[in-house]
């Protein structure tokens, strides 16, 4: 699987991003919310990637943070989703919105995804409603650092194995002041101790 990708964005298209890297332009389909908030072209950007491998084709979908990627998993996992409508989803709505009307069983706000109507909507709020019940008060946490220092720790953590939810846990704990690679250390001692 390609876990991130880091390079030059030099194309926003409808639903996607063109970040080349490495002499290579990647198309990366996105969530609208996600494509208004990458800078302007010629910037360098990482997004986190999932390739999505079908027999007639293969697709590269970019998240802005682990939580989306972890809600476009269980997204595709509900009967009738695949994954061209977990990222309408997404776009339609950030990681916390989406995972606190699922929680707050709230089908009528999945409804504003297009393509998500009301029978659909009610079956990923039943399918997922335990499942979040326990991140719900994670995702609607305040940020504790900046967005740049928390998601550079959260992608270090992720990439050895880590949970969201554990790596929220950890980082939750730490002074946000803490230099990014101190904060890292620390989560990393908390989580072994589990």
């Not at 595709?76 to 339609?92: E, N, P, Q, T, Y």
Request: net charge negative; glycine share 8%.
């Amino acid at each position: 699987m390609i876990y991130s990708l880091s390079g030059q964005l030099i194309h926003k298209g409808p639903d996607f991003a063109v970040i080349e890297a490495g002499g290579v332009g990647y198309q990366v389909y996105c969530g609208t919310r996600h494509l208004t908030d990458l800078p302007a072209l010629g910037a360098l950007v990482q997004i986190l990637t999932y390739l999505h491998h079908r027999e007639d084709t293969m697709l590269l979908f970019g998240f802005a943070n682990v939580e989306e990627r972890e809600l476009f998993f269980l997204l595709c996992g509900v009967s009738g989703v695949g994954a061209k409508l977990a990222m309408s989803l997404l776009g339609a709505m950030n990681a916390e919105e989406l995972a606190n009307a699922i929680v707050d069983d709230n089908p009528r706000g999945l409804t504003q995804a297009p393509g998500v109507g009301a029978k659909l909507a009610q079956r990923i709020v039943l399918e997922l409603r335990d499942k979040l019940a326990g991140r719900k008060v994670q995702l609607a946490a305040p940020a504790t650092s900046s967005p740049r220092e928390s998601s550079e720790a959260e992608l270090a953590l992720a990439s050895l194995g880590y949970t969201a939810t554990e790596i929220q846990q950890a980082l939750a704990r730490l002074d946000p002041q803490l230099p990014v690679e101190e904060a890292i250390r620390r989560a990393i001692v908390q989580l072994s101790a589990l």
